[in-house]
């Protein structure tokens, strides 16, 4: 007795096993189709090759099982070296793509995850088929012969177009069709380097007959329906490249907003060729352009429109010609100025005796138009022998001018102007002033006391300061010094980049001011003279050293706690980063009450708060605060009794039924998202609205027992309106009151046959009834009337007419001629019958015994001494799909039509396979036609009916237990 106790025990453990897990499953996935395809093959490690003609619209659904419902996301590698955009991701389990173009051809992942094992990824490669008009381009060449004195003119004309697949290519001469080794004179050849590309034909020697009409002809053999497209090129003895030539200055200087017009005409080439203006590396031209032919007009020029301009000409003859121009727009900006002392003396000063040189730059264009002139105390000042005026060379730019005042004098101090103008005007002067006085003096820079190192905190405005001393006062370059590394780091690394993302800032009063700092902020400064506007010495520097201050970040941000009454938990919040890193007190509260307060030790760096028994007033907002001197962080933990969502099961078989001829039922199915995290559910708010209406119908189905994770619920949906579509909302009921809610969708879908009751078929039309070919066989059936069947067709098999007698009846047959081989099978599928509504209302555990039974009924032709087998299977819709020989015969029958009819009994949605097994030989042609299924038992059933299959009956687990467990006490007694 005590190995039957143990052997219950350990089946009742494997049932709760089973029933703990429950229907949770992995993600599957499927890619299907719809649209427009032209072809979709299969290709190895089953991934499968989409072909779609450019501009149709592409529609690839992601079909995939596993529960909770997976998510879905669809990306997408590039096709090819012009498709640069990366990878897109599309999170909805249907991809569409309308007006598909080329460039979105490439592979197509799938990717499916509900976080239970590895995501399940499929694949297919989408083909994009298109055809561009093709060009004719022609190069002509001449070679001369010496001996013979004569010329010799060798013509190609060569034809490209864009496609895929590749494009085949074909010549005509006016309405002569061109091929190699019909003219002795032609050739036509494809490159080897561009083959499939282009191809060429070759006028060797021109001739009179070669002066013509030619037609170049693209196709891809209308694959994908795409048409043929043609060039036409009228080649004659005038045909020439193009030459161009600019009707204007180079450079064109113009002074700004001026009207500036650029010509080009074309000298010569026939056929005409096409002009147009463009900029180097690809630059627009500026956008108040106006472009007439091959003029182009630009008014109220400015500085930045000035540049290269190129007029390229065209007529696919030879090379395209180019020629271009500069535009220079007049104009003076950078105005600089800088004083070096006599370079001899250590002491930096200006002294009486002393040489000093003024330095003047200014960035002109055109800069052979620049001209200085010097002023002392507003008089014109003339070049002597103790006063030098040089200029640089007016093509060094920026240009320069210096003043050289030798052996400095009291009556030389004064203020000097360095005057900067262009010599045709068109643009302002920029005039420079420069005081010399015994005052005049090198800068010096110190930064303020208590200034050097500043503290503060995010978000506030600092100003950094240099005071600088000196006449004239030089401008002040701030910029950011990498903290650790030296000039080794220095040289390698860039440093870093100053607020607005420049590498320097200039500042005239030495303040640089931040606004808004952040952390990122923090570092060292360096302020320092420019070498310009002041004395051209060896920069003075400072440095400062900022720390900005920001409160602690911590971890989790929110966070929600789902837990049942009278459980301990534990909250912990995290420290990640501060500044300061230390003084750190922490306060934890429950809404406004305060709970616990505290300092952090050197060696921690989290808090924890422990409920030991959570009651109903436990329940709310926990926050912990971290704080430094800077502010504080706060970890805020949601502590609620709320239940989670539960999970829609989507994958349920046969869901929809129909309840009457106006209204249908939907077997609603749900698991629960973590059912044990809080109290008991005690009941679901099932909410139900029409799509298009306002209006909810809500009810709550009771939950008597404890639910179990993965434990599959189900409630069926009665009198649903057809064709409508439902909004179902289900919200789970604790103690605690409401928890999350959940909504699907449920959309009508008719089935083939609504209410089975007969379902007739004689092939008659194309349709053939909703019939369909196997994929997975090895040759299809052939539908066929006895007069269209060829007359070439073997004989001694097969039938003469249809079941009626009819030479133009149809009926469907397998042809067994070669290549077919013994043993190759063809397979039929009827269209999916959904079962009559009385079964579809069974509870589950009588569905089996209460299932109907349908006649299918069939008259089938087996003549031949080859004959094979016929077989019939009744195939289910389930979890898995599965198929069961219901009839089978084989062997020669003679020349006649016979019926066979057998009882099935189908207890799901289900199909009738129809297979035809070719024998050993060509005569084994097997026919069948006329097809019924109606609801009842088979009505005199035929003599040769050989054979009839009951369902097989599955008991269930538990019912194995009892009679395993009776056989064992029976064995004991």
Known sequence: MGSVLALLWLLTGFLRGAHGQGVYAPPTVRIVHSGQACNVEEERYSERVYTIREGETLELQCLVTGHPHPQVRWTKTAGGASDRQGESSLHNETLKIDNVSRHQGGRYYCKAENGLGSPAIRSIRVDVYYLDDPVITVHQSVGESKEQFYFERTVFLRCVANSNPPVHYAWRRGREALTQGSDAGVEIYEPFFTQGETKILKLKNLRPQDYAEYTCIASVRNVCGIADKSAHFSFNNRTAPPSIKLLLDDPLVVNPGETVTLVCVASSGDPPPLLRWVRPGGEDLPKRSVINGGTLTVPAVTVDDGGAYSCMASNNVGNAAKKSTTVLVRGLRKGRFWITPDPYHNDDNIQIGREVKISCQVEATPPEELQFSWLKNGRPLRSSERMVITHTDTEVSPGTTNLDIIDLKFTDFGTYTCVASLRNGGSPEISIDVNISSTTVPPELSVPRGRSHLIAQEGDTVDLQCLVSGKPKPIILWSRVEDNGGAAAAAAVAPPLMQDGSVETESSDGILRLSNVTREMSGTYRCQTSQYNGFNVKPREALIHLVVQFPPTVEPAYTEIRQALGRAFTLTCHLLRAHPARLLRYEWKLGSRLLTVGEFSEERDDTSYLVRALNREGYGEYTCDITNEAGAGRCTFMVTGKAYAPEFYYDTYGALWQNKPRVYGFKLQW???????????????????????????????????????????????????????????????????????????????????????????????????????????????????????????????????????????????????????????????????????????????????????????????????????????????????????????????????????????????????????????????????????????????????????????????????????????????
């Open 671 to 973: 698991t629960q998202m973590e059912p044990n995290a809080v109290d008991r559910i005690l009941a679901y708010r099932l909410g139900i609205r029409q799509m298009g209406q306002s209006r909810w119908w809500e009810q709550e189905i009771a939950m008597e027992e404890t639910i179990q994770k993965g434990e599959l619920l189900t409630y069926n949906l009665t009198e649903l309106v057809k064709p409508e579509s439902y909004l179902v909302r289900l919200t789970p009921i604790t103690r605690y009151g409401e928890g999350d809610a959940t909504e699907r969708t449920i959309a009508y879908s008719a089935p083939v046959n609504p209410h089975l009751r007969e379902f007739q078929c004689g092939f008659e039309d194309e349709a053939m009834c909703l019939f369909s070919q196997d994929k997975s066989d090895e040759f299809d059936w052939t539908r066929h009337s006895a007069a269209s069947r060829d007359t070439k067709y073997t004989p001694n098999t097969g039938p003469s007419s249809d079941h009626r007698g009819s030479k133009q009846g149809f009926y469907m047959y397998i042809e067994t001629s070669r290549p077919r081989m013994d043993g190759d099978k063809a397979r039929m599928l009827s269209p999916t019958f959904n079962m009559n509504s009385r079964s579809s209302s069974s509870s589950s555990s009588s569905f089996a015994a209460n299932s109907p039974t349908y006649c299918f009924a069939f008259y089938y032709h087996m003549y031949g001494k080859h004959i094979g087998a016929l077989n019939v299977f009744l195939r289910q819709k389930g979890p898995t799909a599965t198929e069961t020989n219901v009839w089978s015969l084989s062997g020669n029958q003679g020349d006649h039509w016979l019926q066979a009819k057998v009882n099935i009994h189908p207890t799901a949605p289900f199909q009738m396979v129809m297979e035809g097994v070719r024998g050993p030989g060509i005569e084994g042609d097997i026919a069948i036609d006329d097809v019924t299924i109606e609801e009842g038992e088979c009505k005199n059933p035929p003599p040769n009916n050989l054979r009839s299959l009951a369902p097989p009956s599955s008991p269930h687990i538990w019912q194995l237990c009892i009679t395993l467990s009776l056989a064992l006490i029976g064995q004991q007694r």
